[in-house]
Structures are given as C-alpha cells and as structure tokens.
C-alpha cells in the first residue's frame, strides 16, 4: 500500500480538525483581546491577559496547517470530493476539531476567575463613593457621598439604602463596624460635619441621629472623625472628646482638651480610644503633635505621647489601633514622614520613613483619571498583622509600586520584600490571614509572616476600573469595589 493511499482516507478529517480548532482559537483568542484588553495589549505596563499570547500564535499556526492540509487532501482525492462519503468525513472533521479546540483553549488560559455578577452603574453620574464597609461575607456596603448602599455578595442585588437627607453628604465614616453597626458623619455644603448616624448594617435601620459641636474647619470629607470602641461611639468636636450609646445615642462622657489643643483623627478598639492632637503656644506658634488614650467607658484620660514633629501636620492616618500603628507627615520637608507604632503605653517603638534608602511606602490608594480616593473612609494598600507593618513600596522613579514589603513594628527593620513585577493596586488581608492582592489583572495570595506567593489567579472578561479594594468573600470567590461606577466600570462586582 503507498502511503498516498494510506493517508488519504484521513486527509480530509485531519485538514477539517485542523480548520476547526483555528476557527475556535481565532473567535475565543480574539474576542477575548477585545473583552479582556480593549482590543491591544503588550508591554510592561498593560501585559496581555494570561495564556492569550501563544492562544493567538496557535490561532494562525492551526491556519496555515489547515489550509495546507485542505490543499493536500484535495490533491489526494482529486476527482471524488463531491460523493457523500467525502462530504461526510469533512464534517466529521470541523465536528470532530471543536472539542479539542476548546479544550487547548481553556488548557492554554489556565485557572481564572470569571465575573459573577456586576452591580448596576451609578446614577446619577454626578455621585462619587467616599468609603466601603464589609461588617461580613455576605454584604458589602459602599459609600456614596449621598448615601450608603448595600450589596448581597452572592448576587449583587441591593439589600437596603440609607439616603443622606437633602442638602446634605456624607463626610465622614467609621473605620470599623462593631457589632455591625456603622457610624456615618453628615454635613451640608462648605459646613461642619456635625450630624452623627448609627446604622444597623445587617437591615439598614437607622438606629439614632444626633448633633455634635463638630470642627467648623473641617468642612469636608475626611476620616477618622468618629469610631465606635466596645459599646460606645466615640466622636471628635472642636474642643472635646465625646462618647454616646453606640446602640441609642445617648450622652455619656465628655472630654474637653487641653487648652490650645485641636483633636484631628480617632481610632479605637473595644478596650481604648486613640485621639491624635495638635497642640500649640498660647500664640498658636510651636505646634506639637501627640498621640493621647483615653477609656472609652469613661472617657477618661491615660496616657499622651509626643511625636517627633515640630511644624504643623500635612497628612495624617490611623493604620491601626490594636497594635497602634500611625502615619505622620508634617510641614517641614526635614521634618517626619513616616509610620510610627507604639506600644500598649504610648512608648514609642518603629519609625518607618516613607521614603527609604530602596524604596517608597506606598500605602495610599490613589486612583488615576478624574476618580478620587475614598475620603470619608480610606482604603489603604496595606496590612497591620503578626507583629508586622506589610505595605506596597516601590522606587519614586515608577509610576505604581510592583512590590510588597514587610517591617517589624519593633524596630523598624525591614523583614521581607517580594517582587510581583505588576502595579499592585490594592492589598488587604482575608479572614484566613494570609494577604490578597490585586496586581497585574489577577489575584495573588501571600504568607504574612515571609511574604511567600502561594499562587495567582488571573482575572478574566473584569470591568475593572479604578479599583479601591478588594474583599475575600469565601474560597476563590472576591468582591471588588471601584472608585468611579457611574460610566465604564461598575461600583462593585464579583469573581470567582
């Protein structure tokens, strides 16, 4: 038997496999170039999305093969392509090569998580989101500057919204949600914050609204201006410390500062509130900063440090109240820059410079385009655990950082640095501890304690926008909150 004849009975299903699996590589590989990367991608900054690049190549190998198959089978079978039986094996073959394309095809992308569900666009378009709660896995609340907004995680659909009243916005949140109830600060246009809400974030109630002597220089959405400690909800005025019923509202200490002193920032944990202040002369000259700590049953005043400042204060954020992490930046350009801990007493331990002899903390998440960062409640790309200060560093010289650093709160010393040679645009910690990150168009799972990667999981088809945070609801599966939901991405959505 030549071998003519031999492969001629199988000339033409293999050149219909061949044309198949190029058709599906081409319509699956392109479309998802247009899905995935609008259409381009390559280079450092915009990567092609994972296993795209050699589904692509394949697509025009399988081409060229196929054609040069189906130009070979009808050489081999000159003259009798039209019966039935020759029919009947090229559709055999363009039947037979869909599965084995799609199969290359999903081998080729890998592991990936697909979008679950995409909340509806923001209307009306003139809102902007000013801060996000996940008091647990099955709701996550966004923060709009003229409401709050709940999501049921496993599908996206809204459980409840609390309306700002008219005239008014929301200014300021609570950093944390203690049996699960939320404290939101309102304040009309160009006005004091000096409207409190508590919010029952399992149903949406409004538990109680009071007015507060809020800081009539503060007339704009910030942070750290109210937190709830144990049962109580602790808030700043202009010249004193208050504390009221975390459930009812109801009055039950007052703190007044010490003459000359201003209360800027508040965090607490059920055991301790922490007020960072700015004192000066009688003729408002040598300002000073401190950290004070006071008893949230009482309000009673325990200790006060002072920080390394001398000139007044340009940028402040309580990292965390258990253990006590701060960042401080003041006027004088020699001045401190850094993230400072404490102890249980107010001793002063680390002080982690911003900028570093490598390399920048990175810490803050600002969102590019005309988006803005949450400022009523700030996500920030790091992590306070096991004795460690883990954050996004990177050199001045680039755009986004592209690594992940851990510092002992002790002192100070770097720990561990991992490279994940993608932006990384948010990190936070999941409910099992270990790190997640969104970096680069996919997740990524760190160990806290060595910065060791324990593996990426690439996005597919995600609007995602200018993304703020990210939230581990279970086992691969991720809520993604965006800064700007009311044109190309949405506010949340869902992977997995």
């Not at 071998?3 to 998802?32: D, Q």
């Amino acid at each position: 038997m030549s071998i003519s004849r031999a492969v001629k009975p199988i000339a033409l299903p293999l050149a219909g496999i061949l044309v198949s699996c190029a058709v599906v590589f081409h319509w699956l590989g392109w479309s998802a170039l247009s899905s995935e990367s609008n259409g381009a991608c390559g280079g450092r900054y915009d990567p092609c999305p994972e296993g795209l690049t050699p589904v692509l190549i394949l697509a025009f190998v399988f081409t060229f093969a196929g054609a040069f198959g189906v130009i070979t089978a009808v050489a081999l079978n000159s003259g009798s392509l039209a019966t039935p039986w020759m029919v009947s094996l090229v559709v055999v073959g363009l039947a037979g090569g869909v599965w084995p394309g799609l199969l290359g095809y999903e081998w080729l992308r890998g592991p990936h998580l697909d979008v679950a569900w995409e909340a509806p666009r923001d209307r009306p378009s003139s809102v902007r989101a000013v801060g996000d709660w996940m008091p647990g896995p099955s709701t996550l609340i966004r923060a709009r500057n003229d409401g709050l907004f709940a999501y049921d995680t496993s599908d996206g659909t809204r459980r409840w919204t609390v309306p700002a009243p008219e005239r008014r916005s929301v200014c300021t949140m609570s950093r944390t949600t203690p049996s699960a109830i939320g404290l939101v600060g309102l304040g009309r246009y160009e006005k004091p914050c000096d409207t409190v809400i508590a919010v029952d974030l399992s149903s949406g109630r409004t538990l109680w609204t009071e007015k507060i002597s809020a800081d009539d220089s503060v007339t704009r959405a910030t942070d750290a201006r109210l937190v709830g400690a144990g049962d109580t909800a602790v808030a700043l005025e202009r010249k004193a410390v208050v504390g009221l019923g975390l459930r009812d509202g109801a009055a039950r200490w007052r703190s007044p500062l010490d003459r000359n002193c201003e209360a800027l920032a508040v965090d607490a944990t059920s055991e301790r509130a922490l007020v960072m202040e700015q004192c000066t002369n009688t003729d408002g000259e040598n300002p000073k900063m401190r950290l004070s700590a006071l008893d949230p049953r009482s309000g009673a005043w325990q200790w006060h440090s002072t920080l390394p400042t001398e000139s007044k204060w340009k940028a402040l954020f309580m990292l965390s109240a258990d253990p006590i992490v701060v960042y401080v930046d003041e006027d004088d350009d020699r001045g401190t820059d850094a993230v400072i801990s404490f102890d249980d007493k107010g001793r002063r331990q680390a002080v982690i410079p911003r900028s570093g002899p490598e390399d920048d903390l990175n810490f803050q998440v600002m969102p590019y385009g005309y988006s803005q960062p949450f400022d009523a409640r700030p996500v920030f790309r790091s992590v306070v655990t096991k004795g460690l200060f883990i954050t996004a560093v990177g050199p001045t010289d680039k755009d986004a950082p592209e690594d992940v650093a851990a510092y002992s709160l002790k002192d100070g010393k770097r720990v561990w640095k991992t490279s994940l040679g993608a932006a990384v645009a948010t990190l936070t910690q999941d409910r099992a501890e270990e790190l997640d990150l969104l970096a680069g168009g996919g997740v990524w799972r760190l160990d806290p304690a060595t910065g060791e990667k324990h593996g990426r999981t690439p996005l597919r088809g995600a609007p995602v926008g200018d993304v703020l945070a990210l939230h581990r609801v279970k086992s691969g599966r991720y809520v993604i909150v965006n800064s700007n939901g009311a044109e190309d991405a949405p506010p949340v959505f869902a992977v997995k």
